[in-house]
């Protein structure tokens, strides 16, 4: 997300820190301790999926492939370790990502004329069930799919964001003050 890795475990971040790529969580990723390494790649899975769902549908792709090349990507993402390639001095995680994701698209579609769909492979749980509906509801956009992936991810950090500020807000004394 965009606050501290405190707040990745539920910690209050301090107000003036505001920070696009957690590159700590993205070396806990990548990192050889198992425990650590899969709450990051967790986290990360939570804060992507969406923007990686749309920039696929905004590539031209179906639902169900969309749906379908958006579990497979976050697959190989974990079974590959691709995460452990991402390079801070490179620059932002998200732009890391995004270019993996087009590569990956890339292989896909060039398997696409040798291969069926459907075959062997890893489920990883994504609430893709929702994402349809999420897309659907978007307005109509004339941005390239890129830009719609940078739009994406900055909605996701505000969401994550303002829960998390909610969180705090119910946990003070004001909590009677919010509305149902």
């Known amino acids: 997300m965009a606050t501290s890795e405190g707040t990745l475990r539920g910690e209050a971040a301090p107000a003036q820190v505001f920070v696009t790529t957690h590159w700590s969580v993205v ?23 969406y923007p990686i769902y749309h920039f696929v549908r905004r590539q031209g792709y179906s639902t169900h492939d969309a749906q379908d090349f958006t ?32 590569r990956f698209l890339a292989v896909e579609w060039r398997k696409a004329n040798t291969e069926k769909r459907g075959g062997p492979g890893r489920c990883v749980a994504l609430p893709l069930d929702t994402a349809e509906t ?13 830009q719609a992936f940078e739009k994406q991810w900055a ?9 998390q500020l909610r969180a705090e807000y119910e946990q ?8 149902p």
Not at 36 to 45: E, G, H, P, T
Not at 134 to 146: K, N, S, V
Not at 172 to 179: C, D, V
């Open 172 to 179: 003070s004394s004001r909590a009677a003050f919010l509305t």
């Open 71 to 102: 579990q497979e990507f976050f697959a190989r993402l974990l079974e590959k370790n691709w995460v452990a390639r991402a390079d801070q001095s490179r620059g932002r995680f998200r732009s890391f990502l995004l270019l993996v994701l087009k």
């Open 134 to 146: 999420r897309y659907a509801r978007e307005p109509a956009d004339t941005g390239t799919p890129e």
């Open 27 to 49: 070396l806990a990723a990548a990192g050889s301790d198992p425990p650590r390494a899969q709450a990051a790649l967790s986290q990360l899975c939570r804060v992507y999926w």
């Open 155 to 163: 909605l996701t950090l505000l969401e994550t964001v303002l829960c």
